[in-house]
C-alpha cells in the first residue's frame, strides 16, 4: 500500500509455512467521508507503481460482501519486511493480488502476495481466504 494506513485490523495468515512471504492479509484505512472506490485505489496504487520492474497483470472489478471492489494483480520489486526492524526490509520480486472495497468510510485492501513460482501454488488458498472476507 502507498501511504503508512491507519490499519485497525491486520490478518496475517500465511499459506506456505517455509516462506514469510507467501501469505494473504487484510489493512484498513480511515478514509474522508464520501470517498470513493476509485480514489482510494488511485491513493494506495500511486507508489506502487513506481516500484521497479512494476507490470500491471489484470485490474477488474468485482464485488467483496455485496459492495463494488476493485481487484488488481500486479508483479515487480516489492520492499518486504522479514520481522518488526526497519533493517530487515529487503526487494523482493513478487506477484501481488490486491483487492480494494470501501465500507462505512473504511477502506479495506486483502492483499495475496507470493514468489512468482509460489503464486498459482497457493492461489486457490489464497482466493477461498479472500472471498471469505464479509463487511459488517
Known sequence: MSNDPAVTVKIYVP???SSVVDAVNV???DL????TLSSFVDSQMVNVTKYPNYQEISNNT???S????QTIVYQGLVPVQH???PA???NMTLKVMQTFVVNNNTGYVITYKAVPSDYNTY??????IMSSFVLT
Open 83 to 85: 520481522n518488526t526492524t
Open 123 to 128: 492461489l486457490a488458498q489464497a482466493q477461498r
Open 88 to 90: 530487515s526490509t529487503t
Open 32 to 35: 474522508s467521508a464520501g470517498q
Open 66 to 69: 455485496g459492495q463494488p471492489a
Open 15 to 17: 499459506l506456505n509455512s
Open 27 to 29: 489493512g484498513t484505512i
Open 62 to 64: 468485482t464485488t467483496v
